[in-house]
């Protein structure tokens, strides 16, 4: 039994309530809640937040925890609070994929929450089967500094809750209130209290880093969208090369003075 169907119906009769009772006040059918207690089906994720809020829970308590009489919430950080996320669904209820075109960039850091924006972007869905889990959103991205990835090209990401969970190495849609939407690699692990390094996959851009309480959300990169076809790898040519060696002897400066 998956922890939200032991912990719905824990917290249902804890709360006194039958199925019926609870069917109401979350404004479904009774069979629904029969069916998420009894594991055959899951709730959505607006249905999910509207349920641990009810339970005064983050969706990651209610998802991840095992909660029973000896349960006891853990203290919250910035990486692991719930956030609003707005969302759009078909006509079906299965979420779609926003896209946020580059055009749209600077609009999405004040829309990014407000249900009405969002429900005004470009949509469209994805019969992929690795992305039917999740919330996913797509963004185009701009710039060079993460070839072989081109200019132009679409980066769908998975929405990521608990930032505690950002990998070294791994890519990421950033938004955040200085640099906007952009497309890196995480330099180190999230802390509330420290920078988020970005690096570049093109070695020409040096990495930098944006303070936590900048970043407004952060989705992980699961497959991208692209109408520029890969080329041959050329042969270096003597401006790349000279580029790779003033990026080294940057390098080996920094750590000299370290």
């Known amino acids: 039994m998956s922890n939200i169907s032991s912990n ?46 009810y339970f005064e829970l ?33 006509k079906d209820d299965n979420e779609n994929i926003e896209l946020v075109p580059v055009k749209a960039s600077a609009g999405y850091l004040n829309g990014f929450s407000d249900p009405q924006y969002i429900q005004d972007l470009p949509k469209f869905q994805l019969p992929i089967p690795s992305l039917k889990q999740g919330t996913y959103r797509a963004f185009e991205i701009k710039g060079d500094s993460m070839l072989p990835i081109t200019s132009g090209s679409i980066i769908i990401g998975e929405y990521l809750d608990n930032w505690n969970d950002v990998k070294i190495g791994e890519t990421y849609v950033i938004i955040s209130k200085n640099e906007g939407v952009v497309y890196k690699r995480a330099g180190n692990k999230f802390r509330e209290d420290r920078e988020l390094k970005l690096i570049s996959d093109n070695k020409v851009y040096d990495p930098y880093a944006i303070p936590a309480d900048d970043i407004l959300e952060i989705w992980k990169a699961k497959a991208y969208l692209s109408t520029s076809l890969p080329e041959p790898t050329p042969e270096p040519t003597i401006e790349t090369l000279s580029n790779m060696m003033a990026q080294m002897q940057k390098s080996i400066s920094q750590l000299n003075k370290n």
Not at 41 to 48: I, N, S, T
Not at 59 to 68: C, H, L, Q, S, V
Request: hydrophobic content about 30%; charged content about 35%.
């Open 8 to 53: 719905l119906k824990y917290l249902r009769k804890k709360k006194g309530q039958t199925q019926q009772q609870f069917a109401d006040n979350m404004k479904i059918k009774r069979s629904l809640i029969g069916a998420y207690e009894e594991d055959r089906a899951e709730p959505k994720y607006d249905l999910l937040k509207k349920i641990a809020e």
């Open 58 to 90: 983050t969706i990651d308590e209610f998802i991840n925890e095992k909660i029973n009489d000896n349960w006891k919430p853990k203290p919250k950080s910035q990486g692991s609070n719930l956030r609003v996320l707005s969302i759009s669904v078909d």
